[in-house]
């Protein structure tokens, strides 16, 4: 379901202007959930914006939610009430198969662990996505081969995961979240398992295929330094986010 937010703003003389869509927009989002002990709510309330080219990191404490909010951004998570908007589409009214759709189209996501399949090379691995779309095989190996050029893997093309190191597996994972060419790239603590001179190298990749392909980034994560790099960052405390000082500790 399409919905466009595009308005205008008023200007001296009776003119206007268009003001940009913005590329993720939550109203009144909540999630709860029925436990043994009684209802769960991570959320109530919650709001959220995010421009076109942003690059927003959310940060907060173990259970706050962070992860949870994320997997409702992609559609792979559904909220208790509350509306979600990616890329123009109503996310919160897809069906099963629209919302997988949705997800292979406009959204690439990047876990804390790779996912990788160890039975196929990381040129199969990036593919995938492409695979599943029924993208013809020839076509989609060579967008892979582009993409792992992108993060520097070029000469990794026919290594399977066990061969590769953990940042080389965490760059073959972004590769596969962007062969897809999404607008919106989902990142859940991307560099949480790895070093500190490996985090650096990854979360600096994110920013320049962030950059160079026009993408929104929203990234989750506990590293503030690389969080300060951001567009914004907002803190989820107490169901809501706000937005966090930069020099924030949690």
């Known amino acids: 379901m399409q919905q466009n937010f595009s308005s205008s703003r008023a200007l ?3 003119a206007s202007v268009a003001l940009a869509e913005p590329m993720v927009r939550v109203s009144g989002l909540r999630k ?4 043994a002990r009684g209802v769960l709510q991570l959320f109530d309330g919650l709001d959220l914006e995010v421009a076109e080219g942003e690059l927003v990191a959310i940060v907060g404490q ?19 009430a509350g509306t979600i908007y990616c890329a123009s589409t109503e996310v919160t009214k897809l069906t099963l198969p629209d919302s997988a759709r949705f997800r292979n189209e406009q959204v690439g996501y990047v876990w804390q662990f790779h996912y990788l399949l160890p039975e196929f090379t990381a040129r199969e691995n990036v593919a995938m996505p492409l695979l599943a779309r029924g993208t013809a095989q020839r076509d989609a190996m060579r967008e892979a081969e582009h993409w792992l050029s992108e993060v520097g893997l070029a000469d990794r093309a026919t290594h399977r995961p066990g061969e590769l190191s953990g940042g080389e ?10 062969v897809t060419r999404p607008r919106l790239l989902l990142a859940d603590e991307p560099t949480g398992d790895l070093d500190g001179t490996t985090a650096e190298l990854i979360f600096g990749l994110i920013e320049r295929i962030h950059e160079a392909h026009g993408l929104t980034s929203v990234l989750v994560t506990h590293n503030m330094e690389l969080a300060g790099r951001c ?15 930069r020099d924030h500790r949690l």
């Open 32 to 35: 709860e959930y029925k436990t």
């Open 169 to 178: 597996q965490q760059r073959v994972a972004l590769a596969r979240a962007l």
């Open 12 to 14: 001296g003389g009776g």
């Open 62 to 80: 173990s259970g706050s939610g962070k992860s949870t909010l994320l997997h409702m951004l992609g559609a792979l998570d559904t909220p208790s």
């Open 231 to 245: 567009s914004r960052v907002l803190g989820l405390e107490g169901g809501r986010l706000v937005e966090a000082p």
